[in-house]
């Protein structure tokens, strides 16, 4: 490894990183470019290097244990919530609620996406950061469901106009399909499914049809849905159903 090159086997050590739950592969690479990542005491300067295991690595001078099955956890998360794991501000944080939440013997698991401070509901969290890049990524186009309360006058016609597509301050957002709930009065609820995920995307879309959002509620994130989880609950989904959902990615390019 002394010239960086690649050895003929195993698997690059971002790779093996971030299914130890260290972080995303991306990340990790920042971390080596900033001389964080070493093996067998040897600070690492590219990310170029394979390796069988992850024995002697180390991340920030602490031991690396070996990558563990890709674990998915289902929290269904309150208004009031940073999902970080800290913030300047000392507002609570999702690990705050988390502690609780889950299992002891968890170990550290990442939010897959963001959900705002107010925004409510399922929130998926993996030990996987190369499962949960995968998922995060635009080009999986991995669905999203959302219920939003709104004040204002909007027609169904006007949401069936987001399925091609809509800019919003020179921002363009793709495909959402969009329905109105029966109901009456100016505080209506409407169901979003998207792909995209971009910061507040619903909310700024909403806005531009001249509503106001009062709540929102991320029912679904794929296949896997919030169903009656009680608020500020954590589930673990399945092995097999991970196992599944990590096969249809791959068929898909993304892992």
Do not use: C
């Amino acid at each position: 490894m002394a010239d960086n090159r690649l050895p003929e086997e195993g698997d690059r050590i971002a790779k093996l990183l971030a299914r130890a739950g260290i972080a995303s592969r991306r990340e990790i690479e920042r971390m080596i470019a900033d001389g964080r990542i070493a093996i067998a005491g040897k600070v690492l300067d590219t990310p170029a290097v394979k390796l069988a295991n992850l024995n002697g690595v180390t991340v920030d001078g602490k031991p690396v244990g070996q990558a563990e099955a890709a674990r998915l956890f289902a929290f269904h998360k309150p208004s009031g919530l940073i999902t970080a794991e800290r913030d300047p501000a000392g507002r609570p944080t999702i690990y705050t609620a988390l502690r609780n939440a889950l299992p002891r013997e968890t170990g550290r698991v990442m939010p897959v996406g963001r959900l705002d401070f107010t925004t409510e509901g399922l929130l998926l969290l993996t030990n996987d950061g190369e499962l949960k890049r995968a998922m995060e990524l635009p080009s999986s186009a991995i669905p999203r469901t959302y219920r939003a309360r709104a004040f204002g006058d909007v027609t169904q016609a006007q949401l069936d106009d987001l399925i091609e597509g809509v800019e919003v301050d020179g921002l363009r957002y793709g495909r959402i399909e969009a329905d109105l709930e029966r109901g009456s009065g100016k505080n209506r609820w409407i169901q979003l499914t998207l792909t995209e995920g971009k910061n507040r995307e619903v909310r700024r879309v909403l806005e531009h049809l001249g509503l106001k959002v009062n709540r929102l509620l991320r029912t679904a994130y794929g296949p896997f849905e919030l169903a009656d989880l009680p608020r500020g609950q954590a589930v673990e989904i399945r092995q097999a159903d991970v196992e599944r959902f990590r096969k249809q990615l791959k068929r898909g390019g993304q892992l």
